[in-house]
């Protein structure tokens, strides 16, 4: 699997700390013994016709499935960051210069559904985040399949896909299923896998806390006991503040892009908790699909300092 360009240490693209854990290999080589229980998962990114595979193992639990809030996030990925070609990456052959990359007032995507003009402001900021690098620096939270990041790799950004040590295994096979077609887009994508516990600074500490440009998360709000480290890591990621409320090393004002589908009333006290710290806005509300009362909404977090005039 290709290491990201950005990791400048040599680090490899997996924790060595990680894949020496003798029990996450045997949870590997039986993952591979029971491939017959997989289920595979293909998500086609409309725009630039990449196609993102996944394996799903259903019977190990939620962490192992694709839910509808990663294929709207995955698809306004696509829809937004393909459209105003450039942000994601320059290597696309038509790509503008950042200049013309316009802030949309409203617009219509392939699909019909309306794009909030909020996607203008977003597009920028990231292009100035970016500044002469090449590619976006990616980080996904909660990966689960990692379907999310690898489709962000696949538009040609660098990307960790991160998530509990127990779940990398299946992370990792994702990511390496993927690693030719990735290379064959010649954008320069890539992805890493690392653990992430939320709430954990040295895990944070060990991604790299705030050098990242675009944070990414979907169906992340759930238990109501995780809502605080969450939080927790969303604020080394965004503010550079450790728990002792100290500063932390970083760079720019990345943004954070969740997906999430409203399940129970308690998902509200996790977004109210988050507007007491950050510029929580919703970016776009997915349709339902038939059957359902509710569709995926996208929120962006930005820190509440950030001047968009600047941007």
């Not at 994601?88 to 392939?110: E, F, L, R």
């Not at 999310?148 to 992370?171: E, M, R």
């Not at 440009?213 to 006991?225: K, Q």
Request: aromatic share 8%; charged share 20%.
């Amino acid at each position: 699997m290709a290491d990201c360009e950005d990791e400048g240490d040599g680090e490899m693209a997996i924790n060595p700390a990680i894949t020496s854990r003798s029990k996450d290999e045997d949870e590997a080589e039986q993952m591979q013994n029971n491939i017959i229980k997989m289920e595979e998962y293909e998500y086609i990114l409309h725009r630039s016709h990449h196609k993102v595979l996944v394996r799903q193992l259903p019977s190990r639990g939620l962490s192992f499935q694709v839910w509808p809030a990663a294929s709207a996030l995955c698809w306004f990925l696509d829809e937004t960051f393909w459209h105003y070609s450039g942000v994601i990456t320059t290597a696309h052959q038509d790509a503008p210069t950042p200049t013309s990359i316009p802030i949309c007032t409203k617009q219509q995507s392939a699909n019909g559904f309306e794009l909030n003009p909020e996607v203008g402001h977003i597009s920028h900021q990231l292009l100035h985040s970016r500044g002469n690098r090449q590619a976006l620096r990616v980080l996904e939270l909660g990966a689960g399949t990692g379907m999310v990041g690898i489709a962000s790799a696949f538009l040609g950004a660098h990307v960790t896909i991160t998530d509990l040590p127990h779940v990398l295994p299946n992370l990792l096979f994702n990511a390496t299923a993927n690693e030719e077609s990735l290379r064959a887009t010649g954008l320069g994508g890539c992805v890493c896998v690392k653990a992430l516990r939320w709430g954990e600074e040295k895990d944070a500490r060990d991604v790299g806390h705030r050098n990242f440009d675009l944070v990414l998360a979907s169906d992340v709000v759930y238990h109501e006991n995780l809502f605080d480290p969450l939080l927790l890591t969303l604020k080394w990621l965004l503010l550079g503040i450790n728990d002792d409320g100290g500063q932390v090393a970083g760079e720019g004002n990345p943004i954070v892009l969740m997906a999430h589908l409203r399940r129970w009333k308690k998902d509200a006290h996790f977004f109210k908790k988050a507007k007491k710290l950050f510029d929580v806005r919703v970016v776009h509300r997915h349709p339902p699909k038939p059957g359902s009362r509710l569709g995926v909404a996208i929120y962006s977090f930005t820190n509440k300092g950030m001047n968009r005039a600047s941007v």
